[in-house]
């Protein structure tokens, strides 16, 4: 297989983890404001995941379910 580049700056990358049917990569930044990050390997596109009024936990892992559903942690702001 080939590569590609999903994120095009400097980050600080923590967990990630592959759905069950490997058509998406979920992404966990340790910037100093931790984000989560979803790939689509479809559309070759990143995009960040809304948490509402929170923020994904510093030390949260990632887990998707045979669902489809990802499992992690958060934080209130």
Known sequence: GGTSAIIGTA???GTMAW???GDRLAIATRDSVPQLLLWDAATR???P???GGARL???SGLSWGTDGR???AIREK
């Open 11 to 13: 980050r600080t990358l």
């Open 19 to 21: 759905s069950p049917t």
């Open 45 to 47: 596109r990143l995009r």
């Open 49 to 51: 995941v809304p948490l």
């Open 57 to 59: 936990a510093e030390n």
């Open 70 to 72: 990802l499992v992690f």
